[in-house]
């Protein structure tokens, strides 16, 4: 439901050009939401802390500017494990 209600207060873009590659998920506020806008990567029998630094490392967050957006933000790293069949998520504030 969390997803679905999204609609109401983001903007969704996948797979965008941002700094040095494509970030895979970007959830950009709406002009009538408070809420942070959110840069999601998604990584698979990796780990959350290498999802974290990619988007770190290769500036995913320059993409904010380019939409003129100066809000809060949050970097979130998530990873699935099909051997475990686990997720891990590491969320970053800036």
Known sequence: M???????HYLRFEELASGKGYSDILFLPRNTSSK???LIELKWNKNADKALSQ???KNY???L???NY???ALLIGINYNAKSKK?????KKI
């Open 55 to 57: 988007i770190t490392d």
């Open 70 to 72: 100066t809000g809060e």
């Open 65 to 67: 500017r380019k939409f």
């Open 36 to 38: 942070p806008a959110l």
């Open 87 to 91: 997720h891990t998520c590491k969320i």
């Open 61 to 63: 967050a320059h993409i």
């Open 2 to 8: 969390a997803y679905l209600s999204a609609v109401d």
